[in-house]
């Protein structure tokens, strides 16, 4: 029987990516998405043109009914093992300009998106007596970032999450871990930053593609990453 795998913010280009991989792994996909359904629904077709299975659900992770009812349709057809957290917005300002709705946005879909996802998850999983729990946070997180203390701040939080969830179900064979991804390549092809930029702040001197955080969650996801747990792992071509 396949792993069945959630990944929040599947629509975007790192999560898509990482629902690519679960499903060549054999997972059966669920992917999550609010904003931006034909993205979701391509990507569904793609998954199952390829030989994997999946669906879609769409509920606003900002609204805790919406999550709990979206949540309880996903786990009436069977408990998760895996669940990629990957849903995050950018909404950037400096502090002294940053209005209210700017930093609740941000805070509410990054960490409070994965308290309402991992909640409603975490005891059906533990009952298997095997998951996976994985964040893609952010090297903004560890290194900080100009104009993006809301983001820093939700990245960093998820951290915090981790590590404590980690210790409290290691013993039940679930391990939780997170991912900081750096500078990445977005699916339309451009680099967020300037080239002067990335040369100055990446020692690789490129930007890196959402196959390569792919990749390092597959890995988390996998048998072969039984002993990993409590970890925040790097994919930023050794910046920070």
């Not at 959630?6 to 629509?11: E, F, K, M, N, P």
């Not at 104009?147 to 039940?172: I, M, P, S, T």
Request: proline residues 3%.
């Amino acid at each position: 029987m396949s792993k069945r795998a959630l990944i929040t913010g599947a629509s975007g280009g790192i999560g898509g990516a990482i629902a690519r991989r679960l499903a060549a792994d054999g997972c059966h996909v669920v992917l999550h998405g609010s904003s931006n359904p034909d993205a979701l629904e391509s990507l569904r077709t793609e998954i199952e043109k390829a030989g994997g299975t999946a669906q879609a659900v769409r509920f606003d992770l900002r609204d805790g009914q919406a999550v709990a009812d979206g949540m309880d349709t996903v786990l009436r057809d069977g408990a998760l093992q895996i669940l990629v957290h990957n849903a995050g917005i950018h909404d950037d300002a400096p502090l002294a300009g940053m209005a209210d709705e700017q930093w609740d946005r941000v805070i509410d879909v990054s960490l409070n998106g994965f308290y309402r996802v991992a909640r409603p998850a975490i005891l059906p999983m533990i009952r298997t007596r095997w998951g996976r729990v994985i964040c893609i946070s952010s090297i903004s997180a560890l290194i900080g970032n100009r104009g993006q203390v809301n983001y820093a701040a939700a990245k960093a939080g998820l951290h915090g999450a981790v590590k404590a969830l980690a210790l409290e179900y290691a013993d039940r064979g679930v391990t939780v871990n997170a991912v900081a991804p750096g500078i990445i390549r977005a699916a339309d092809g451009t680099v967020p930053i300037s080239p002067e930029r990335l040369a100055a702040l990446v020692p690789m001197k490129r930007a890196g593609e959402a196959a390569d955080v792919a990749e390092l969650v597959g890995f988390l996801a996998s048998d072969k990453a039984d002993y990993i747990t409590g970890q925040i792992v790097s994919v930023s071509g050794g910046a920070a």
